[in-house]
């Protein structure tokens, strides 16, 4: 893909349903009795990995563009599946399925890429295998392919050494199967969107600080779910426009769960001018953000903040780059296990571009504040590596070229298209 300078970004736009959500919504609709509607579903890769999953153990899913009907069979309607049980790219999907899996009547094997056979298991493998599930990485090494026997499951309360919304689902839809109730207690709160959605469909769901219960066999019920744009999404456009001198951008409809919003802050704490418009604060809270050109400094970003921003952390690094100061990321080692390296591969790719940058064990210290230029970055099939370079490539001088830019497919089918669509050339 090749990415040349713009020089300022205008318009509205819409960004594509929350990943995160619209996977949730074909799982938990497919445990529910009855049809869910999903609306403003994201049609990208991963989801629709997650979709091919629940198709093959029994349940119907219709797509028409931008919604999703999902037949739901109830929490004990999934048949076994004929074949592998492939989740693609998407860890998501993976970790997800594999709570669900556990505690069914049949075994089934889950798989996926390359690059998500390389991804740590071991943090569901173990708290599984405490409720009495019987879980295998076929390889022995701790990664997929996963063999799963379903297994008669009791709850725990599980006290989880990473912040991960995927360990946490995991377990706590583990939990829905077990006999007596589940909780999972983390360092740090991660996305809440498997407890919003499960409550919303019927379930007992508490959650205090950062644990959360979940009582067993609840009676799901269908419902239309409204799926909110990504902010990881948004996110490209809230640097680009930031960063873009003259721009002004809307982006209609975003989700700012605070269990998501980091990005938001990380941006005004850099100095970036960003307004909410139509907030709306009920299940999953939304607003319109208004986004407009500012002149951006380096921040410090630690602590409790990182899981609410993890995926937007490459993004992050970029603006860094083109902010003035020093910029530095601490306790992001989790982006160490994303789909790729996101510490190495960002380091090497932005120094490529002539940045100032050093990578940690836990994430980055950035200079900001040299002119970038054009280069060949290689995405290493990352797609968020490839977003945040495209925002790089239409700030920096000289064409930039990104490797296996097609990788936005992911999450993001579109973006190429949405991100010159607002451009004034
Ligand atoms: C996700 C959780 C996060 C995030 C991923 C989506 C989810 O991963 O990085 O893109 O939908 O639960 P971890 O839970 O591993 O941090």
């Known amino acids: ?188 709160l991660s996305r809440n969107h498997t407890e919003i959605m499960l409550k919303y469909l019927g379930a007992e769901v508490t959650a205090a600080g950062t644990t959360c219960s979940v009582c067993p066999e609840p009676s799901l019920t269908a419902r239309d779910i409204l799926v909110p744009g990504d902010i990881s999404s948004a996110a490209y456009f809230m640097a680009a426009g930031l960063l873009a001198p003259g721009s002004e951008i809307l982006l209609k409809n975003v989700g700012i ?29 939304t607003a319109d953000l208004l986004i407009r050109s500012s002149s951006l400094h380096g921040t410090v970003i630690e602590g409790d903040i990182i899981p609410t921003l993890i995926d937007e952390l490459p993004m992050i690094a970029v603006m860094a780059a083109f902010a003035s100061g020093t910029t530095v990321i601490r306790d992001a080692q989790e982006l160490r296990v994303k789909e790729s390296d996101r510490i190495q591969v960002m380091v090497d790719n932005l120094r490529l571009m ?21 280069a060949v970055i290689d995405s290493h099939l990352d797609h968020r590596v490839a977003m945040s370079f495209a925002v790089a490539g239409i700030l920096c001088d000289g064409p930039l070229t990104i490797l296996h830019g097609d990788c936005v497919n992911i999450s993001y089918p579109d973006f190429y298209q949405d991100l010159y669509g607002l451009a004034e050339l």
């Open 1 to 188: 893909m090749e990415i040349k300078k713009l020089h300022s970004l205008k318009g509205e736009l819409s960004v594509p349903g929350d990943k995160s959500i619209s996977h949730r919504a074909v799982m938990f609709g497919s445990l529910a009795r009855g049809t869910t509607r999903i609306t403003h579903f994201l049609e990208s890769a991963d989801c629709l990995s997650t979709i091919s999953c629940f198709e093959k153990m029994g349940i119907s899913i219709q797509r028409k563009k931008g919604e999703v009907l999902v037949e739901g069979k109830g929490l004990h309607g999934l048949s076994a599946p004929a074949s592998v049980l492939d989740a693609g790219n998407s860890g998501t999907t993976t970790r997800l399925i594999s709570g669900i899996l556990a505690g069914q009547n049949f075994s089934s094997q889950l798989s996926g890429d390359d690059s998500l056979k390389s991804r740590p298991m071991n943090r569901i493998i173990t708290p599984l295998t405490m409720m009495g599930a019987d879980i295998k990485s076929l390889k022995g090494d701790g990664c997929a392919p996963l063999f799963i026997t379903g297994k008669p499951l009791k709850g725990i309360h599980y006290i989880s050494p990473v912040a991960s919304a995927q360990v946490k689902s995991c377990v706590l839809l583990a939990g829905l199967y077990a006999e007596g109730p589940t909780s999972v207690t983390e360092p740090v």
């Open 257 to 285: 769960n605070p269990t998501r919003d980091g990005m938001l802050k990380v941006c005004r704490a850099m100095g970036g001018n960003i307004t909410l418009l139509n907030e709306n604060r009920e299940g999953e809270p």
């Open 354 to 374: 002539g940045a100032d940058i050093e990578g940690t064990a836990d994430g980055m210290v950035i200079h900001g504040g040299p002119s970038l230029h054009g």
